[in-house]
């Protein structure tokens, strides 16, 4: 009995499939995920690239009234990767680039926030109310900025997910920021300054 013992002991035949068997799961795990946000990564590029080639076609005349065949030939270049992938887009014109953003007040205490009753600030869009976004929903006319955004949502690659504490669904963004063509005169406002009474 004693030499059937000292005879186990030393035999190492099969260790490796042991190891292996405790290793692997760990690292399909971790090839999964890398794989996941390598194609994560891809799907972005394909997002921005269709993005920015959308956003030159649409600062055209008359693209103002093609904005959903855009966003869907946007979405057949995601989709011809990224399968049963979902979208919304938004549109937001500015007069100048400069506008993109709060309209500019006074800020008489150094709060950081627009007080309608103390403060005064420049109307950019003409509506005689401060707006944290000036934009005009949609594609805006001759001359006008144009920030155009999409969010995609589309289903992980692997669906493992789960194990490593992630959502089944990918949401990934891209923006871009172009001007339209002088096809036209620019419809001509001057900001004035707008102060409590």
């Not at 590029?45 to 904005?67: V, W, Y």
Request: hydrophobic share 35%; proline share 6%.
């Amino acid at each position: 009995m004693r030499a059937l013992l000292h005879r186990l002991r030393g035999d190492d035949r099969g260790v490796t499939l042991v190891e292996f068997a405790i290793i692997a799961p760990t690292m399909i795990l971790l090839i999964m995920g890398l794989c996941d946000l390598t194609y994560q990564s891809y799907v972005q590029s394909i997002l921005t690239g269709a993005m920015q080639k959308a956003g030159r076609d649409s600062t055209i005349q008359g693209a103002s009234n093609r904005t959903g065949t855009l966003d869907s030939a946007v979405m057949a270049t995601v989709r011809s990767v990224a399968q049963n992938a979902t979208y919304t887009s938004t549109r937001k014109s500015y007069a100048q680039f400069s506008n993109i953003g709060p309209e500019p007040f006074q800020d008489n205490n150094n709060n950081g926030v627009y007080d309608a009753a103390t403060e005064c600030f420049t109307d950019l869009n003409g509506n005689n109310s401060w707006d944290a976004d000036p934009g005009a929903s949609g594609q805006g006319g001759a001359n006008d900025v144009v920030l155009y955004s999409m969010n995609v949502t589309y289903p992980r690659l692997f669906p493992m997910a789960g194990l490593m504490g992630w959502p089944s669904t990918v949401t990934i963004g891209a923006t871009t920021v172009l001007k339209n063509q002088p096809y036209a005169n620019q419809a001509a406002y001057t900001p004035k300054q707008v102060c409590p009474p």
